[in-house]
């Protein structure tokens, strides 16, 4: 596969990966991930996004919601919206609209669902 950024030659890494979360900041991870060696920029493989994933759920033990806009609800990674037929959805940032979970009669209980998903993951990830 060929760069996306300058087209030279991906190289397959194993090692240390850092990654930015904006709570909190610098998260070092062992990951695989593909690395241009012209220009430097790097691809992920899905299973190191979920590995980023599985590792932010694991950091934020509780998850803190909080209204940024009206009918939004962001935690530090998802969000919870409610939609113009007054249900609630769970939206996971950075996935497809289509996965999003739902719908949630109250706000409640999308932070709940939410959260049982979060759950769901981390377990998944220590295994
Ligand atoms: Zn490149």
């Not at 992920?44 to 009206?70: F, H, N, Q, Y």
């Amino acid at each position: 596969m060929k760069c996306i950024e300058c087209g030279g030659a991906y190289k397959r890494i194993i090692g240390p990966y850092t990654f930015k979360d904006r709570f909190f900041g610098d998260v070092l991870l062992d990951l695989e991930y593909d690395l241009c060696e012209k220009c430097g920029n790097i691809l992920l493989p899905p299973k190191s996004v979920r590995a980023i994933d599985g590792e932010l759920c694991a950091i934020r033990k509780i998850m803190t919601w909080t209204r940024e806009e009206p009918g939004w609800y962001t935690c530090a990674q998802d969000g919870i919206c409610r939609e113009a037929n007054g249900m609630w959805w769970f939206y996971r940032r950075g996935r497809p609209l289509s996965e999003r979970t739902g719908p949630y009669l109250t706000l409640e209980k999308a932070k709940e669902g939410a959260d049982k998903i979060q759950k769901l993951q981390d377990k998944a990830k220590r295994k």
